[in-house]
């Protein structure tokens, strides 16, 4: 699959990507998530353009999009625009699709009118991140994206003692629209996850 930004508006493109949920690479993820949508639980998919579990680099975000198409997938080819721009930061930090995996704090969409996930919605989504970090035995390096995916970083502190945590602001255009520093923190902590992946 490509390396390059394309976007998840595209329906083809939507349906490839979901004939290949059950890739090797992803095959485990994406059966946990499976099992949950089988649950009532509307998951988005690991996208199979991404690394994996084989990915050494694991992007927290804080939560899924409203607007993302279906199937949803935690995906750099979302089409919106935090999405939208952490591809471009990856891409500018020649950090490859193969070695990272994204995923969501709070990896389910919101019914309620607030756009910021709860303290009781972070809880859940931490105790199930326990289960996502132990399907990446290749996992090197987490870049905790954001205030909300902050908050993760004693889950993932203590599932994985060795792992490298960085923290970055969001990729939001709001986030990045507040100082120039923002995009420069940014790119800053990705250079630095690409150097520990590398170490």
Same mark, same amino acid.
Not at 18 to 43: I, K
């Given at each position: ?10 329906? +083809?493109?939507?349906?490839? $990507? ?13 059966? @946990?998530?499976? %099992? ?8 988005? @998919? +690991? ?6 579990? %084989?990915? %050494?680099?694991?992007?927290?975000? #804080? ?19 935090? #999405? #939208? ?17 994204? @995923? ?18 972070? $809880? ?13 035995? &290749? ?9 909300? &995916? ?36 940014? $790119? ?12």
């Amino acid at each position: 699959m490509s390396e390059t930004c394309t976007s998840l508006l595209d329906p +083809f493109l939507r349906e490839e $990507r979901l004939a290949a949920v059950t890739a090797p690479h992803v095959a485990a993820l994406n059966r @946990w998530v499976s %099992g949950l949508r089988q649950h009532g639980v509307e998951l988005p @998919w +690991f996208d199979p353009a991404d690394g994996g579990t %084989g990915a %050494g680099l694991l992007v927290l975000l #804080q939560s899924p999009a409203r607007s993302s198409p279906s199937p949803r997938f935690v995906s750099r080819d979302n089409p919106g625009p935090a #999405q #939208q721009n952490l591809g471009r930061f990856l891409a500018e930090a020649g950090i490859a699709r193969r070695d990272s995996v994204l @995923w969501n704090t709070v990896p389910w969409v919101s019914d309620g009118p607030q756009k910021r996930p709860s303290a009781a919605d972070i $809880r859940s989504g931490c105790a199930w991140l326990e289960d996502v970090l132990a399907y990446l035995p &290749a996992l090197r390096v987490v870049v905790l994206a954001g205030a909300v &995916a902050a908050q993760a970083r004693g889950t993932v502190s203590h599932q994985c003692p060795g792992v490298t945590v960085l923290k970055m602001p969001h990729p939001s255009p709001l986030s990045l629209c507040t100082s120039p520093a923002v995009p420069e923190n940014i $790119r800053r902590v990705l250079r630095e996850a690409r150097a520990a992946l590398a170490g």
